[in-house]
């Protein structure tokens, strides 16, 4: 059994870089049969006094759509939506256009395609800063797909699993048209408000694979961070790990057959014109021997140019309620994302007035 010096001395900027390129990742140290984890995996202990959950009865909500098209339910789905948006800004949504075993054998897929074999390379990219103490126990795919995107886009993503997760993205885009009319309908505009804002054609994929942890108290899956987009749909397995902050607790987001979680990006407050809050979650080390699979699909505008701009809504900007947030270009955003691609509220914080 292979032991890891977590004492060793190394640099932290470094380290990491070499795990990427590895092609293992940290599927490759579990394997290896270390019981004790590598010293940039170690949050610093101030950093871990927050891991507290609020209580089992907590629970984030949960909005059933399979009367969505009925006109006497639709206003009270919108009315959920616009609720959970402005004072969760997370919800899970269930009895969706997404068939639960699309959704199932794809991470399936997944999964099978990170034991298998290692022809396609693992990121991890949080390098110890003074955002992200440590680097997150998992490893990652991605794919950015963009309006003049090829399939060649899709690069990135383990061959074994490609087509799958390309058909998955092409229904979660329709299933966040919906969602996005019932947001826009929140807010009192017209249904298809966002979607003229182009929020539907940029988008990024995530795939997460969290493998277990020998010492989960020490380390973290995903620091705390508010996400950069419009939304983001998350869709997870029956491993848990994924909390929100609410109310200053961490509030356990437990798993649902079929559901899909929902949330508000830094872009969508702003556009709201604070009406919809973005918020802080996490994902915590896996305990479990079972790994955690997860796939976030982010949403954002389509338009990249130096002279397309963005920022609230003018319907909801008001001599009682002003614009808080600046215009800004989506080349902004991402020379920030380019920086840092965790934080909270980031955006938020940068183009407020």
Same mark, same amino acid.
């Given at each position: 059994?292979?032991?890891? !010096?977590?004492?060793?001395?190394?640099? /932290?900027?470094?380290?990491?870089?070499?795990? !990427?390129?590895s092609?293992?990742?940290?599927?490759?140290?579990?394997?290896?049969?270390?019981?004790?984890?590598?010293?940039?995996?170690?949050?610093?202990?101030? $950093?871990?006094?927050?891991?507290?959950?609020?209580?089992?009865?907590?629970?984030?909500?949960?909005?059933?759509?399979?009367?969505?098209?009925?006109?006497?339910? *639709?206003?009270?789905?919108?009315?959920?939506?616009?609720?959970?948006?402005?004072?969760?800004?997370f919800?899970?949504?269930?009895?969706?256009?997404?068939?639960?075993?699309v959704?199932?054998?794809?991470?399936? =897929?997944?999964?099978?395609? /990170?034991?298998?074999?290692?022809?396609?390379?693992?990121?991890?990219?949080?390098?110890?800063s003074?955002?992200?103490?440590?680097?997150?126990?998992?490893?990652?795919? +991605?794919?950015?797909?963009?309006?003049?995107?090829?399939?060649?886009?899709?690069?990135?993503?383990?061959?074994?699993? *490609?087509?799958?997760?390309?058909?998955?993205?092409?229904? =979660?885009? /329709?299933? =966040?048209?919906?969602?996005?009319?019932?947001?826009?309908?929140?807010?009192?505009?017209?249904?298809? *408000?966002?979607?003229?804002?182009?929020?539907?054609?940029?988008?990024?994929? +995530?795939c997460?694979?969290?493998?277990?942890?020998?010492?989960?108290?020490? =380390?973290?899956?995903?620091?705390?961070?508010?996400?950069?987009?419009?939304?983001?749909?998350?869709m997870? $397995?029956?491993?848990?790990?994924?909390?929100?902050?609410?109310?200053?607790?961490?509030?356990?987001?437990?798993?649902?057959d079929?559901?899909?979680?929902?949330?508000?990006? !830094?872009?969508?407050?702003?556009?709201?014109?604070?009406?919809?809050?973005?918020?802080?979650h996490r994902?915590?080390?896996?305990?479990? +021997?079972?790994?955690?699979?997860?796939?976030?699909?982010?949403?954002?505008?389509?338009?990249?140019?130096?002279?397309?701009?963005?920022?609230?809504?003018?319907?909801?900007?008001?001599?009682?309620?002003?614009?808080?947030? *600046?215009?800004?270009?989506?080349?902004?955003? /991402?020379?920030?994302?380019?920086?840092s691609?965790?934080?909270?509220?980031e955006?938020?914080?940068?183009?407020?007035?």
């Amino acid at each position: 059994m292979v032991e890891v !010096d977590t004492g060793m001395e190394c640099d /932290r900027m470094e380290e990491p870089k070499v795990l !990427d390129y590895s092609k293992n990742g940290v599927k490759g140290l579990v394997d290896s049969g270390i019981t004790s984890i590598p010293k940039i995996f170690i949050y610093p202990s101030e $950093n871990l006094y927050d891991l507290k959950v609020a209580a089992s009865c907590v629970e984030i909500p949960t909005i059933d759509l399979s009367n969505l098209y009925l006109e006497s339910q *639709r206003p009270k789905i919108v009315n959920q939506v616009k609720d959970a948006s402005e004072k969760w800004g997370f919800f899970q949504i269930i009895n969706h256009i997404l068939p639960k075993q699309v959704m199932n054998g794809t991470m399936a =897929a997944f999964k099978s395609c /990170r034991e298998q074999n290692n022809t396609v390379t693992y990121y991890n990219n949080q390098i110890p800063s003074n955002v992200a103490k440590a680097v997150n126990w998992k490893d990652s795919v +991605r794919a950015f797909v963009e309006p003049w995107s090829g399939p060649e886009c899709y690069d990135g993503i383990p061959s074994g699993c *490609r087509k799958e997760l390309m058909e998955l993205v092409d229904s =979660a885009t /329709r299933l =966040a048209d919906i969602v996005m009319e019932l947001m826009s309908e929140g807010l009192g505009v017209e249904p298809g *408000r966002l979607k003229e804002l182009t929020c539907l054609e940029s988008k990024k994929i +995530r795939c997460h694979y969290y493998p277990y942890c020998p010492q989960p108290d020490l =380390a973290m899956g995903l620091n705390p961070h508010t996400d950069k987009s419009v939304i983001t749909f998350l869709m997870q $397995n029956h491993v848990t790990g994924l909390q929100a902050k609410h109310d200053q607790e961490w509030v356990e987001v437990k798993p649902k057959d079929g559901g899909i979680i929902v949330n508000v990006g !830094d872009l969508l407050q702003i556009i709201s014109n604070d009406r919809y809050k973005s918020v802080q979650h996490r994902v915590v080390a896996n305990s479990s +021997r079972d790994p955690r699979i997860s796939f976030g699909f982010f949403f954002n505008p389509g338009k990249n140019g130096e002279e397309d701009y963005y920022g609230p809504l003018p319907e909801l900007v008001t001599p009682t309620k002003p614009a808080l947030y *600046r215009n800004y270009s989506m080349a902004e955003v /991402r020379k920030v994302e380019s920086i840092s691609d965790s934080g909270i509220k980031e955006l938020v914080n940068l183009f407020k007035l």
